[in-house]
């Protein structure tokens, strides 16, 4: 039953492009981006227990590296990809030493406060970044001679990367470092107690999430061709967060439906809503007074009642 | 330092903890024996609990050493420490409440194994891992309940899980902190079976009030009041010392 059902999911997100017109093909190449960028994040709030505010760095970053580098500098594509997520990578892994000297509301503030360094940074050194202007005119790559200019053919690029992306988050907290990662973050104490090296475990999975935060940065920037500082503002990590803790953080699905959420509200609902911000509010009221633990565990505890009674 | 077979399991010397003003621990000298059974005694706020704390290295000292096997330990994390042999309980259970019994007592194992940090193959690979958890909660009698999860358990039942985990670890220095607190007499019955079946390559150091029980469990007394050691020696000795009797059982 549960196989079937994954199946003819599987199945209808590849057929996807053949029944939906190139609006919807585009929103649903933005909402798998959106998905990798909020299950990376997944990773940090609820399977470590370490709330971050300045996730957009890591996005930010990976499409400003590769935007600069294939616009200004002449490189290929596939160096600058490796460059970017090489760079992002050793970036997390800096800001992960920096941010884990606290936990709780310290982390919180030190991630916020290093993503906006970046931010203001993107804005005011224009020399480099183009600043408030952004950075446009950008391609998409080409991998093995394919064009991934038409929406069909990004979107299945987009599907490809991101099946790989949650497969390997999914292993990576089912693994018997993720079970570690779980303790650390319900008895750090105890976990240490126990022999485990609860900094090494989280600065791991900090390094972890800001990789995969950079794959989705690379997919952003190939999809918009065009980048903006306002990709690494708090707004860009605060809805990635909100999708996360909406969807049912330290879910192993939960993040991608929040993101969805997230990202219908703001594309779909805004066509017909001018305060689609009022109605993003209201959704997530709705969802904090239901389902408190998000939308996938408030769902499937629903069904488990209605198979109960039955 | 003679590190075959080092006489002392643990050594403590003038370790002291201070909060600010308060001093928690003064002065603190005591020396384990590898397989020793002690207990530590003392009224409440004496520094029981927090000289367990810096033993673990949960506090870091104020002044003195801690020798683990002889092996200067003062400045080390505490999981350093759990490498080398020790393991704890909490007088404040501290268990996985979301997780199962078996989950509980399999963390315990995952510690001190390399396989702790394998990121691509699940739990589940490690068969003997399971294996192993089952006979640790099967030897404190909570086999029918593997499966369970711990926030279903009764109180008592959850102070077991306690010393299941920490057996787990197979530790050379055990440290109990109140490990029948709370208990049933039936409850303490089994707990105390439980402490005494502990094998002799461990050394076992416990706070407990319950004297009637825990003093059949111990070798050695140590009674602290007020941070200091006031009375250290043999079980006898240390029960018909006259400061004992003034400090703790108020006669």
Not at chain 1, 48 to 72: E, K, N
Not at chain 1, 96 to 123: D, E, H, K, P
Not at chain 1, 187 to 194: C, I, K
Not at chain 2, 82 to 98: E, K, N, P, S, V
Request: proline share 4%.
């Amino acid at each position: 039953m549960k196989w079937i059902a994954a199946v003819l999911f599987a199945a209808m997100l590849v057929l996807l492009p053949s029944v939906a017109g190139d609006f919807y093909v585009n929103l649903a190449s933005q909402i798998l981006i959106a998905a990798i960028f909020a299950l990376s994040l997944n990773l940090l709030v609820g399977f470590g227990g370490m709330t971050s505010l300045g996730h957009a760095s890591f996005l930010g970053v990976a499409a400003y590296i590769s935007a600069l580098l294939t616009s200004r500098y002449g490189f290929a594509h596939g160096p600058a990809a490796i460059v970017s997520i090489a760079g992002t990578t050793a970036m997390a892994a800096v800001f992960g030493v920096i941010a884990l000297r606290a936990s709780g509301l310290g982390f919180l503030m030190i991630t916020l406060a290093l993503s906006q360094v970046l931010w203001g940074l993107a804005y005011r050194m224009s020399n480099v970044t183009n600043g408030d202007n952004g950075i446009a005119g950008l391609t998409r790559p080409m991998p093995f001679g394919i064009s991934l200019d038409s929406a069909a053919s990004f979107y299945w690029f987009a599907l490809a990367v991101a099946s790989v992306s949650f497969l390997m988050m999914t292993t990576f907290v089912s693994s018997a470092f993720g079970s570690s990662l779980k303790g650390v973050r319900d008895q750090p104490r105890r976990m240490a107690a126990l022999g485990f090296n609860p900094w090494m475990i989280r600065w791991i999975t900090f390094i972890y999430a800001g990789f995969w935060g950079g794959v989705s940065g690379l997919l952003y920037v190939y999809y918009n061709k065009y980048i903006h500082p306002t990709s690494l503002s708090t707004t860009s990590s605060a809805e990635a967060l909100l999708g996360v803790i909406a969807g049912g953080s330290g879910t192993l699905s939960g993040p991608a439906v929040g993101a969805a959420l997230v990202l219908l509200l703001k594309n779909y609902a805004s066509a017909y809503v001018e305060r689609w911000n009022m109605l993003l509010g209201l959704v997530f009221l709705f969802i904090v007074l239901v389902m408190p633990t998000g939308i996938v565990p408030g769902l499937s505890k629903l069904l488990n009642l209605r198979r109960g009674s039955r | 330092m003679n590190s075959a077979e080092p006489t002392c399991a643990l050594e403590i010397s003038h370790l002291r903890k201070s909060f600010g003003g308060l001093v928690a621990t003064h002065d603190v000298s005591l020396t384990i024996r590898p397989g020793e059974r002690r207990l530590i005694i003392g009224p409440n706020g004496a520094g029981k609990t927090t000289l367990f704390n810096q033993i673990t290295g949960d506090l870091q000292s104020t002044a003195g050493q801690i020798r683990l096997f002889g092996v200067d330990v003062t400045h080390l994390t505490p999981y350093r420490r759990a490498h080398l042999g020790l393991a704890r309980t909490y007088q404040i259970i501290t268990l996985f409440d979301r997780d199962t019994l078996e989950h509980n007592v399999t963390l315990g194992l995952l510690g001190l194994r390399p396989s702790r940090w394998q990121m691509w193959r699940p739990l589940s690979y490690y068969g003997d891992l399971s294996t192993e958890a089952r006979r640790i909660l099967d030897a404190v009698g909570l086999l029918h309940l593997a499966d369970s999860l711990v926030s279903d358990l009764a109180y008592g039942e959850k102070r077991r899980v306690e010393l299941a985990m920490a057996l787990a670890q197979k530790p050379r220095v055990l440290l109990l902190d109140e490990p029948l607190a709370g208990l049933s007499n039936a409850e303490r019955a089994t707990v105390k079976a439980l402490i005494a079946a502990i094998p002799r390559e461990t050394a076992v150091v416990m706070i407990e009030h319950d004297m009637d029980t825990a003093l059949d469990l111990a070798e050695t007394v140590t009674l602290l009041n007020y941070g200091r050691v006031i009375v250290d020696g043999e079980r006898d000795a240390v029960v018909a010392d006259p400061k004992t009797r003034e400090v703790y059982l108020g006669v």
